[in-house]
């Protein structure tokens, strides 16, 4: 993958951690199970994680 193409996957995925956060606060607000959410939190560290791997890799 090119540099820009690593970058627009890194916003993608912080948008999206973004979003399940703030439905994990609603779940939690209402008492709802966040267990789900937490876990799709994980991965999405995870691949975080791997795509600024793989930019410092280019850089």
């Not at 951690?17 to 439905?23: C, P």
């Amino acid at each position: 993958m090119e540099k820009r193409e690593l970058q627009a996957k890194l916003d993608e995925l912080k948008s999206d951690y973004v979003r399940i956060q703030s439905d994990m606060d609603k779940l939690e607000y209402v008492r709802g199970r966040v267990s789900s959410a937490e876990q799709q939190l994980i991965r999405l560290e995870d691949e975080i994680a791997e795509v600024n791997r793989q930019l410092d890799k280019i850089e």
